[in-house]
């Protein structure tokens, strides 16, 4: 499996500098929590991490694929999961995972035997016929994760995936994409809720566009990480 590599990334959005030197790493079948307030510059990197726009300076590498010289090797090896939902709620589940299927290609008894894998990894395959629309928030989102796990990518990034979700759908759906990283995936999960990390995690803390921490989850926060992730962004509570 492979892992994820972001080296010197800077952008500025007109006069504002979104990132201003962005580099980490993650190792193959690592969490990692990019952990940073409200307009740290997280949407932004993973706009970059996407292809959504790229850097002016910088290099991003997906499973040793360099995203400017090898664009789609490095999609091909990559899945997403955006803020925003992308769900036709008028098709059932299975549907939607066909759907995105086909725009990688699949379809048949593969694309079949794929969806419905995905589904019963994050826990959804009984709600297959079942419509987008008429499920909740947890489960709309463990539908996304599945589909982004159709093509079978090394590298998964989550942009703030628990977003609109209660305390046990977001428990729920931290510990699945917690268990993907334990089966090999490498996990890169942007969020600003300290109680999404574990203590085992790999822990990226970014602020005003800048990497202020980079290490185990454990190791930068002590004992009390919430403390020391105010301390270090000066937030307050």
Not at 42 to 48: E, P, R, V
Not at 111 to 130: D, K, N, Q, V
Not at 191 to 210: C, I, N, S
Request: with cysteine.
């Amino acid at each position: 499996m492979g892992g994820l590599t972001v080296e010197g990334i800077s952008h500025d959005w007109g006069a504002r500098r979104a990132l201003d030197g962005v580099s980490f790493s993650v190792e193959p079948g690592r969490f990692c929590a990019l952990l940073g307030p409200n307009g740290a510059g997280k949407s932004t990197l993973f706009g970059m991490l996407s292809r959504l726009f790229t850097p002016r300076t910088g290099r991003i590498a997906i499973a040793g694929h360099d995203m400017a010289r090898e664009p789609r090797a490095a999609l091909a090896r990559m899945g997403v999961v955006f803020q925003a939902s992308t769900l036709d709620p008028d098709l059932t589940v299975k549907r939607n995972l066909l759907y995105f299927a086909a725009l990688h290609g699949l379809s048949g008894r593969e694309a079949e035997t794929r969806a419905m894998a995905a589904l019963e990894r994050l826990g959804m395959a009984e709600r297959a016929g079942e419509k987008a629309a008429k499920l909740n928030g947890g489960h709309r989102r463990r539908m996304e994760i599945a589909r982004a796990l159709l093509h079978r990518p090394e590298v998964l990034l989550l942009d703030e995936p628990t977003v609109g979700l209660d305390a046990a759908s977001r428990a729920a759906i931290t510990g699945h994409v917690h268990d993907l990283a334990s089966q090999g995936l490498t996990v890169l999960w942007a969020t600003h809720l300290v109680d999404e990390v574990r203590a085992t995690d790999r822990l990226v803390v970014l602020h005003r566009g800048r990497v202020l921490a980079d290490g185990e989850a454990g190791a930068i926060g002590g004992d009390n990480l919430t403390a020391r992730f105010l301390a270090l962004t000066g937030e307050r509570t």
